[in-house]
């Protein structure tokens, strides 16, 4: 099993910036990809941002160039920085593993772009 701990989330005004954590713990594969989804209210779960293992990485086109992934691979850790955040990018944001073809989630962090 995979434990999957994000945090990170809250209130902020347009065009400011937040950043997400999510940690990994348990049984962790060395073939992965780690990162993030969201899902806004009344709308299907999108993909945001991801990690592969081999270090590349992709992106949603809607976050291009306002959204970094990064990772340390020490601490199992994946992040989402967020600049010039609108508020099209309110959704509750999940942290997903995939190894083994098995998809692992975390609880949810809610985002809320508002003024």
């Known amino acids: 099993q995979v434990q999957l701990v994000e945090s990170g989330g809250g209130l902020v005004q347009p065009g400011g910036s937040l950043r997400l954590s999510c940690a990994a713990s348990g049984r962790l594969g060395s073939i992965y990809t780690m990162g993030w989804y969201r899902q806004a209210p009344g709308k299907q779960r999108e993909f945001v941002a991801l990690?592969?293992?081999?270090?590349?990485?992709n992106y949603a086109d809607s976050v291009k160039g306002r959204f970094t992934i990064s990772r340390d691979n020490a601490k199992n850790t994946v992040y989402l920085q967020m600049n010039s955040l609108k508020p099209d990018d309110t959704a509750v944001y999940y942290c997903?593993?995939?190894?083994?073809?098995?998809?692992?989630w975390g609880q949810g962090t809610q985002v809320t772009v508002s003024s």
């Open positions: 990690f592969f293992s081999g270090g590349a990485t």
């Open positions: 997903n593993r995939n190894q083994g073809s098995v998809h692992y």
